[in-house]
């Protein structure tokens, strides 16, 4: 079975979703769930263990050789992408069900389910498969099943923030087949590999920098670097709380590898950076997006649209390590994908720990809540403390990592502005901080903790940010190990 | 090749834009999914159109004709699937119009960013 592997980690949640939605019982659909997650988990760590030991694994589809068949492949970079979804996912199930419950009307709930697993199913897919048309295939399952996921959200906008998703996110998917179709029709093939060493023939030509650029835009816009990300704030306020701490957390991290993929493997990084000089575009845009979008954060007044904004700068991040297009920078950027899935799972679900006891995560309601809530809000404290950087936690691995990058290249300013990004994530933390902490509480609400399903979840996420803040060894060596795959290609 | 033997990108050029224009400067909702499908589209008949040899006939074995150009069917088939999707698309769209509707009493966007305030 273990040959398998590759596949069926997509296929066991694919066939999950529609049982989840058959059986149509809160509590069994949920159970489906959880088996769904706990098995891709399973799954991630066996395949990523594989590669770490034994190299890439090619899967073919059904025994159709490659490239005339689909072919699934894992590697160093997307068995981490894998783990990182599976992992967030496996933690976001047994959260779910009693979020769930407070925020969704029952009849809904096995529905939720249902999407839920299709949603990780297509991010899976994304992630193994080496079969350029195929990603768009396991795009579009995840992008709509996401599209319902946030509609399902308590607040009228969700339905809005929803729509607004559906229409940027299918430009962007279609700007991305556009992209497809004109590396097929210069090099006949779709596979990755293939393409990889048909496109410097025909690079020459003008339709594959046509193509280079339908898809820069196309995967921009899904992972929401500024200024495609206007469909971000909204999606991530309005969506349930479980739905917001998953979707954070992975969805456009599977996008920031897609770029790596299409630009690294595919194209190469020689095409990309030296001929098509993305990082000209790529750099300037991740440095406005760490500054104005931090900035924005600090003015907001509701704490999931300022951990939205927040995500956004974040972003700027990883898209700032990948744009040094060097080891080093590659390996901040892998590093932050996994380090931020931590962080804003941890936040987020700490979040939708206050709108459980709460029923709303505006400031103005969470006076004093650092009393109330200990180890909610002792969670977004380490979280909060994460995202700035500080010292033992995995958001100070991370910029250590990326100002090495930058002053590795003589970078100065853009190590100052890695800087001042932490600096703005301070001040938007400690607004949080300070009326949880230090403002009184109105005496005549009584609120009590979150229950353990909610906390413990949450809590291992943040023990997650402090154990790979401490012990960052494990991950800095795979981040790594992908970067000089990445770059690898080139030569 | 002639602008007039570019007749089928032409096309595809005009239909995205007419496509993508419609998506971004309709306020009403249903509108707004009408232009993606027509944004859509435009990327259907590219595909199609790629598919196309000339010369070239239907992609269905011909018995005995070795020398017979076929058309390439994998376009054809890729974006049968990029059909399917879309039509997901243009449903979950749809309905996303129709609770809209139901909870704002409106589908243009002006009006709906009035209420949401």
Redesign the interface.
Known sequence: MTDHLPVLLVVVPLVAAPIAALLNHPRLSWAVAVAATLWALYAALELLSQTMAAGAIHYELGGWAAPYGIEYVVDPLNAWVVVIVTLIGALVAPYARVSVEREITEDRIPLFYAAFILCLTGLLGIAVTGDV?NV??FL?ISS?SA??LI?LGSD??A??A??QY??MG??G??FI??GI?LM??MTGT?NMADLADRLPEVSGTRTIPVAFTFLTVGITLKLALFPLHLWLPNAYTYAPSAVTAFIASTATKVAVYLLLRFFFTIFGATFSFDVMQLDRILMPLALIAIVAMSLVAIYQENVKRLLAYSSVAQIGYMVLGISFASVLGLTAGILHLFNHALIKGALFMSMGCVMYRVGSVRLERMHGLGRAMPWTMAAFVVGGLSLIGVPLTVGFISKWYLVQAALEQGMWPVAGVVLLGSLLALMYVWKVVEVAYFREADPELEISEAPLSLLAPTWVLVLGNLYFGINASDSVDIATRAAEMLLGALS | MTALGLFNYWAVIFLMMVG?YT?IARGN?VK?IIG?NI??TS?FI??IT?GKITGGTAPIFVEGGEDVIYSNP??HV?IL??IV?GV??SA??LS??I??KE??GTIEEDE?QDE?L
Request: glycine letters at 4%; aromatic letters at 16%.
């Open positions: 048309f768009f295939v579009e709509l599209y319902a509609a009228r906008r339905l809005t929803s729509f559906l229409i299918s430009v998917a279609t087949v556009i179709g097929y029709v779709l | 993508f998506l909702l707004k993606l944004f859509q990327v590219l595909y790629m994998i376009p890729l699937t990029a999707v997901a698309t979950v769209g996303l119009v609770r809209i909870a704002f709906i949401s």
